[in-house]
């Protein structure tokens, strides 16, 4: 076969998006954005653990965690806050192009959470604030366990271009 370097005029790398970009303005107060489940296991939060370098025995010692009070080890509290990583859901691939910046976040971690646990999160759009030539979308966060336990909230906020 030979070695061409030709251009393909059919071929468009935007036509591999996700789905299709939308701009500031298209986008809706009261879209969810949902991220598959994910059971976590003792070896998410062993490597979390290594990542974070957070070696309290709270996270990775069950005598300990039971001496304190708590059924089994508890998984990191910002190990809980990545699942509402925005990538794991489909909203910037919303954003396409128009992405500035993740300008903020915040949480309350409202329940314990285990190996074992498995977790769906999910982000809505609660605002949308023009300025300009740009705007700030604010989501909330939320994350619950297989209990329907609602065990993280809070809520992100990202700068566009309009």
Known sequence: ????????????????AIVP????????????????SRT????????FQTVSCDNH??????EYAKRYGHEAPVVHGLQVLAFTAPGATLLPHYFGSVFIAFLELSCHFL????????LYSSLEITDLTPQE?????????????????????GQHKYLLKR
């Open 1 to 16: 076969m030979e070695n061409s370097k030709a251009h393909d005029p059919e071929f468009n790398p935007e036509d591999f």
């Open 21 to 36: 970009a939308r701009t500031f303005d298209e986008l809706k107060v009261g879209e969810v954005f949902r991220a598959p």
């Open 40 to 47: 976590l296991t003792d070896a998410h939060a062993s490597a």
């Open 57 to 62: 025995p709270i996270h990775y010692d069950a």
């Open 111 to 118: 329940k314990e959470v285990h190996a074992g646990d498995t």
């Open 133 to 153: 030539d740009k705007g700030v979308v604010t989501t909330r966060v939320r994350v619950y366990n297989q209990r329907s336990e609602l065990v993280l909230e």
